[in-house]
């Protein structure tokens, strides 16, 4: 008797997930993937200086309503092509083959490369996704430009900081933003870097410095607002390393921990990451909102406890 009830039972179990199969499955990440996406990165970020006094009204209020960490930590080395490689590329130096801080070409073979040659990264990989989608990339520092599959973008700027242009690519961002409303924009600066090289990683300059992006940070914001897209957008402000003294490249903690920060669309708001996060873990998690497959050849992994 004990033994048909338990075959009973094991009937009506697989009836029901032979149901379930049959309905129509729609996950949270489905319903809640934002239609836009905003990266601004600050070359020589620091969360120290999160930690130690920084204002950034704009930045914290992203923070406040948002998810972040101020834990994120860079690879080895902790310098800019090395760690901007690994963010757009889901895996680190050992696997993408950039290792200098400012390579332009893999110092050792990459793994695996895609059609363009190159090793695969979020922007060809959104491309291969989404062929119709617009996806901009604004630099000011031009080693940005040997990172990216370029042939993935609609629209691509070097707008270095000059005596004519002091505000770098922020007025071309801005115009992006509210033109085209991009799918994927990239924004990265090449500040607070300089100035820490030049004064310190903890020099009142330093502070001055990174309180003048986060100006820039709010300019984006409105201009996403103008553009009539923030309901649909996330917003992600990201680091490649920090620095100490007047350098980086070691392995303090002043040098490895940069934020990372999403607001927007389907984020929780007010929520400190708690797991651990690596610089490549940014493109696995652009991946996861793009509803991209992320290729065996990455080690990324999706920082999927931001999303409500």
Request: one cysteine or more; a negative charge; proline letters at 6%.
């Amino acid at each position: 008797m004990k033994t048909r009830i338990m075959l009973f039972t094991s009937l009506l179990f697989l009836a029901f997930l032979g149901a379930c199969s049959t309905m129509p499955q729609q996950t949270v990440k489905e319903k809640e993937k934002p239609k836009h996406i905003i990266m601004v990165g600050f070359d020589g970020f620091s969360a120290h200086c999160v930690n130690n006094g920084a204002d950034m009204p704009a930045l914290r209020k992203l923070m406040a309503e948002g998810a972040y960490t101020l834990e994120n930590r860079s690879v080895l080395p902790s310098s800019s092509a090395v760690n901007w490689s690994s963010m757009f590329m889901g895996a680190g130096p050992e696997l993408h083959g950039y290792t200098e801080w400012g390579s332009r070409t893999p110092d050792l073979p990459s793994r695996v490369t895609n059609s363009d040659n190159r090793f695969p990264n979020i922007f060809g990989l959104y491309r291969e996704k989404a062929p119709d989608a617009e996806i901009g990339l604004m630099f000011e520092w031009e080693g940005i430009n040997f990172l990216v599959d370029t042939l993935a973008l609609n629209y691509r700027r070097h707008t270095p900081v000059t005596a004519e242009n002091p505000d770098g690519c922020t007025a071309y961002a801005v115009n992006y933003i509210k033109e085209k409303k991009p799918n994927f924009c990239a924004i990265i600066y090449d500040q607070p870097d300089g100035i820490g090289h030049a004064k310190g990683w903890e020099s009142p300059e330093y502070f001055v410095n990174v309180n003048r992006l986060d100006g820039y940070l709010a300019q984006i914001i409105r201009a996403v607002e103008e553009a009539g897209i923030m309901d649909e957008t996330v917003i992600m402000v990201v680091a490649d390393h920090g620095g100490i003294k007047t350098g980086h490249g070691g392995k303090t903690m002043e040098e490895m921990q940069t934020p990372i920060v999403f607001y927007g669309k389907g984020i929780k708001k007010g929520y400190r990451i708690q797991e651990s996060t690596m610089i490549y873990d940014i493109a696995g998690t652009l991946a996861y909102m793009m509803d991209v497959e992320q290729p065996q050849v990455w080690i990324a992994r999706p920082v999927v406890s931001i999303f409500e």
